[in-house]
Each structure stands twice: as C-alpha cells, then as structure tokens.
T-cell receptor, first 110, second 113 residues
Framework: QKEVEQNSGPLSVPEGAIASLNCTYS??????FFWYRQYSGKSPELIMF????GDKEDGRFTAQLNKASQYVSLLIRDSQPSDSATYLC??????????FGKGTLLTVNP | GAGVSQSPSNKVTEKGKDVELRCDPI?????LYWYRQRLGQGLEFLIY????????KSGLPSDRFSAERTGESVSTLTIQRTQQEDSAVYLC???????????FGPGTRLTVT
C-alpha cells in the first residue's frame, strides 16, 4: 500500500513566522509532488508542485524535495492569518494515481 | 478560463434513494477523477477516467457506486440505494494529462437522512 504521511497538527504559528509542513511517502518510484491548500468547507486548491530534488520557490512558498529520504516539505514565510487552512500533500507514484495525505491543519495567530 | 464545475452543490436525500452527481471538467483535460471526503477526513479516491481507456474503478466502495464519462466531457457519479454512511462531500478533479496536476471542482455535499 502506497502511503503518504503528514502530521495532522494543528500546527500553530504566530503571524510573520515561518510555517514548516512536512510529508513523507513510501513509494520510491514517486515522481511528482503537490501541495494543496484546503480552507474549511472548500475544495482543495493547488499551490505548488515539484518534480526535482531541491527547492522550488513561488512567492512566500517554498517546496523542498528530498527523494533519497522520501520527504517533501512546504515552507510558508511571513505567515498570515489568511494562510490558516489544511495543507494536503499529494504524491504521484509510479502509476498515474495521486495519493493524498490526510493533511496538516495550520493556524496562524494574529 | 472556466474551472471544474459540479452540480448540485448540495443534495439532501432519503436513505434508499438514488442520487446522481455531475462533473464538468476543464475543457481539454483528458483525465477526470472522483474523490469522497467525509467530514474531517482526507480525500478518498473513487474512480479515474483517462480519455477513452477503461476507467480505474478500484476505489469504489461498493457496487452501489458507479460512474460514467463520455469521451473527454461530462462525468456522472451515481449512488444507488443511498446509506447514511454515504454522506460526504464528493469532489471531482481534472488534469490535462495522466499524472499531471489536478484541479478540483467545488464539490457536492451529499447528506443522506
């Protein structure tokens, strides 16, 4: 069974701090990695994807991938209360299917 | 451009009734996925369509669930003889190609009373 694991949280950070969200996966053949943000009562929204080892930056968001250690992380700099949401990690394995983690609830306190 | 759309946005039905949920993918997206999300839970994969290939139905929880898609257009998810445990948000997503990033619709909230 291919699994994607995330700490369910809640992760609580003060406004302006860096939020660090982590995800590990079991399928060594995984090729593509995605982060989705899901506000309460809303559907998931794609915010980042990464395919290669290393860092990928987009505004306040940085995705980090380490295939050897089988983990992917999302850093949110200068966290804002509007970043409060559940963050879902999704991994495309050696097949087409995305496997989603259960998500980490992030709360940014003003 | 238009995103993924789903209808209805909310559906309340009595136990034992059949329901049909609809998904309109982003134009040009060949892949279409259905997921279920129970309250406070993660996403549960149900079924996947890719072009004209046979769908992957491996996530359907029982034979009461079925789905259809004609070509690369609209898909319908049908739940027969609904049960209370079917209450959830049903999410549809589409992607440009197999394995590429998925974009989600707003979901249909199903409540079985």
């Amino acid at each position: 069974q291919k699994e994607v694991e995330q700490n369910s949280g809640p992760l609580s950070v003060p406004e302006g701090a860096i939020a660090s969200l982590n995800c590990t996966y079991s399928d060594r053949g995984s090729q593509s990695f995605f982060w989705y943000r899901q506000y309460s009562g809303k559907s998931p929204e794609l915010i980042m994807f990464i395919y290669s080892n290393g860092d990928k930056e987009d505004g306040r968001f940085t995705a980090q991938l380490n295939k050897a250690s089988q983990y992917v992380s999302l850093l949110i700099r200068d966290s804002q209360p509007s970043d409060s949401a559940t963050y879902l990690c999704a991994v495309r394995g050696s097949n087409y299917k995305l496997t989603f983690g259960k998500g980490t609830l992030l709360t940014v306190n003003p | 451009g238009a995103g993924v759309s789903q209808s209805p946005s909310n559906k309340v039905t009595e136990k034992g009734k059949d329901v049909e949920l609809r998904c309109d993918p982003i134009s040009g997206h060949t892949a279409l996925y259905w997921y279920r999300q129970r309250l406070g839970q993660g996403l549960e994969f149900l079924i996947y369509f890719q072009g004209n290939s046979a769908p992957d139905k491996s996530g359907l929880p029982s034979d009461r669930f079925s789905a259809e898609r004609t070509g690369e257009s609209v898909s319908t998810l049908t739940i027969q003889r609904t049960q209370q445990e079917d209450s959830a948000v049903y999410l549809c997503a589409s992607s440009l190609a197999e394995g590429s990033e998925q974009y989600f619709g707003p979901g249909t909230r199903l409540t079985v009373t």
